[in-house]
């Protein structure tokens, strides 16, 4: 940046994590200050969160997080379910509610995540979007420091961050269930990092697996019980989707032994092949969820929004569906596009997908994936009646019914819904739940219900149908003004401090660029290895999303065997055609130093 520039107040709806203290700038004078604009259903958001800890841990006394919550879902809006969401991510930082996206706008935000740095004297010095950038954030902090402390600018001390009273009761905002041979039922207890098993009353306690943080679970969330001939093979009975640790775990209902079978514990950070790769040596990102299809387990991996698979015999991973480009396309695959799918339900020859942040039900019929029900990435609400109609808003969780039909369970909507494949038809089974995250239908043919923010498992009662009419949304995340046309797009990089561009194998630079409709762009659509580009904008399709994927290799300076990075964005920006807008729009991939 060539002039300094005051960061803006931070004027929110409230706060929290203050002990009711609303915040100012002035309060905060003297913290380096790291402003991470994020929303709670967002996966690289949730990576953040992970990837900041160890700075608020390392920097305590001179840096001050600051959680900025700018909603994308109604849901998200909601101040009670912000307050949920804190609490279930163990956020432990002080947090405004941007319900109005006002802080957003005066940040000039456009993805999430997106960070920004405030140094001790109340000046904006970077900004960045996406995930990856703890190591460029450290070396940026530490010239921070140095230079305010020498200036005695510095204010070293105890920040604002008041915590919480410790959770009581049986779980903690509950993921996934299964039920096992003996009729009990496992329940991922995510908040509570540990696996529970419970009798099928789903109330009494009979074990608990892990407990704490990291041993060896982090935020668990789906289950899958192996088949019996394959299980007595591979040495364990559940594979357990370790989603904070990116990894996946297997457990022995009879020892009780948990063994780590895939995953290196870092997240992912590479690029797209069709090779099998050794599961403990492969980098994943965010399991959400487990299926057995296809003579496989197949894995929801929400972080990269790609199916994978799992062989546990051979014990292999690969990608199975997706291209990691965040967004709704069907087709043959694996070259399709899906956004966060994060619940996975086999019936028959189908593997149905609750596909989240396209609020979309799909399925994987014969290699090819199809969309029953949803929109789009910004298209949600609750809305029943025809399929190419009905609306969901983030849902978590599917199950499949024996006459056929369908049960979702619409997350944000609170709700169960019914998808009937032979009617095209979608209801509500059951609403005024709290944040259903999966459901689970039980060898008896009863429905239960995971109520992941009431911290339990719910039944339904049986023949339960209700009509809504409901409401159609739009995410109110404000568009960027375009003009029709010949446009430049531009991702602007800086490599982090200590760093620079790594040309040994090659361009370190991608941009793939595609759009939503495809007829919005008539030109510029594809992969190339410059990160600026010429598109031509259809004066006939006055909006739409562009869907930019950037990334950059870099490498550590002046290190005899200095470390690689990779840095990767994915956005949707939806744009506006406007003949009085600019003809240029600026992406910010990594922080840009005053």
Partial sequence: MTSRVRAPELKGRGWL?????????????????????????????????????????KYGDALVVIGVHSPKFEHERD?????????????HHPVVDDGDMHIWQQYAAKAWPTLAVVDPTGYLVASMAGEGHAEGLSRLIDELVAKHEADGTLHRGDGPYVPPPAPAGLLHFPGKAIELPSGNLLVSDSARHSIVELSPDAETLVRRFGGVRNEPFSEPQGLLLLPSEVSSIAGYDVVIADTVNHRLRGLSLTTGEITLVAGS?????????????????????????????????????????????????????????????????????????????????????????????????RYVEGGV??????????????????????????????????????LVADTYNGAVRRFDPAAAQVSTVDSGLAEPSDILVTAAGEVLVVESAAHRLTRLAPGVVKTVAGERHKTERPPSHLAPGEVTLDVIFTPAPGQKLDSQFGSPLRLTVSASPAELLLDGEGTTTELSRKLVLNPAVPKGVLQVVAQAATCDVDAEFGACHLTRQDWGVPIVLDTAAPDRLPLILRGMDA
């Fill in 17 to 57: 994590n203050t002990g009711g203290k609303a915040l100012t700038l002035a309060d905060l004078r003297g913290k380096i200050l790291l402003l991470d604009f994020w929303t709670f259903c967002c996966i690289n958001c949730l990576h953040v969160l992970d990837e900041l800890r160890p700075l608020e841990e």
């Fill in 79 to 91: 101040p009670q379910a912000l307050a949920a969401a804190v609490e279930r991510y163990g956020v």
């Fill in 265 to 361: 514990g870092r997240p992912w950070r590479s690029t797209v092949d069709d090779h099998a790769h050794d599961a403990l040596a492969a980098d994943l990102s965010s399991p959400w969820d487990l299926a057995w299809f296809d003579g496989k387990v197949i894995i929801a991996m929400a972080g990269i929004h790609q199916l994978w698979w799992f062989d546990p015999i051979q014990r292999t991973v690969g990608v199975y569906a997706g291209t990691t480009v965040e967004a709704l396309r069907d087709g043959p695959l694996p070259d399709v596009w899906m956004a966060q799918p994060s619940g996975l339900a086999v019936q028959g020859d189908r593997l149905w997908i609750a596909d989240s942040e396209t609020s979309a039900l």
């Fill in 369 to 406: 994936l199809h969309t029953a029900v949803g929109q789009g990435l910004f298209d949600f609400g609750h809305v029943d009646g025809p399929a190419d109609q009905a609306l969901f808003q983030h849902p978590l969780g599917v199950a499949g019914l024996p006459d056929g039909s369908v």
